[in-house]
């Protein structure tokens, strides 16, 4: 191979390495000042959406009960912080054992923002992890943005009470706002006596 055909080959193999790095970076590329276009005491927007089973609903299935919206994506280790959260001390403990002085009126509904290459690798994540509430595909963004601007960082939890209004918008996840998330949650489900 002549010198010329080597800097060729050299330099082509370059070039693709660097956009295959652009496209990556381009990929999970957020805007961490994404900003929210809903705020707390607006009405529940309409939306479709296909559950990871391929049920088709929107989101009339979700009046008339408490309900989480959750945005996350198998790559962000804040939705995978949260989901795990979301599971053990909320859905387990309001939805599968209905705990006691409770009303269980409550749905999860989570969002993956993975890209469509990457459901498999989101379906493992969830059996590997344990989520057993309702997951649905976004992986165009169509519900996300319903709720914040495109591109805006993903992990973003969303509640809204019986009567279809948001009471609560949280993005990101940290322990000490998942402990309001909770107890707003608590509040909305205790039976009124």
Not at 51 to 75: H, K, M, N, Y
Not at 95 to 104: A, D, L, P, T, W
Request: hydrophobic residues 40%; positive net charge; glycine residues 6%.
């Amino acid at each position: 191979m002549t010198n010329k055909a080597l800097l060729f080959v050299i330099s082509s193999l370059l070039y693709i390495s660097s956009v295959s790095i652009v496209s990556a970076q381009n990929k999970y590329a957020r805007d961490e000042n994404g900003q929210w276009t809903v705020s707390i005491g607006d009405d529940l927007p309409s939306f479709e959406y296909i559950t990871l089973t391929g049920d088709t609903l929107d989101s009339d299935f979700l009046r008339g009960q408490v309900c989480i919206i959750e945005f996350v994506a198998s790559w962000c280790p804040f939705g995978k912080g949260q989901m795990k959260a979301m599971e053990d001390l909320i859905w387990r403990k309001y939805v599968v054992k209905k705990k006691r002085g409770y009303s269980n009126d409550l749905t999860i509904l989570g969002f993956t923002e993975d890209f469509p290459q990457d459901t498999a690798q989101f379906r493992n994540l969830i059996k590997e992890k344990g989520i057993s509430y309702p997951f649905a595909f976004d992986t165009d963004e169509r519900v996300f943005t319903q709720f914040v601007t495109s591109k805006a960082s993903v992990t973003r939890l969303i509640i809204v009470d019986r009567d279809g209004k948001i009471i609560a918008l949280e993005d990101e996840f940290y322990r000490d706002t998942f402990r309001r998330t909770h107890h707003t949650i608590k509040k909305l489900l205790k039976h009124k006596k």
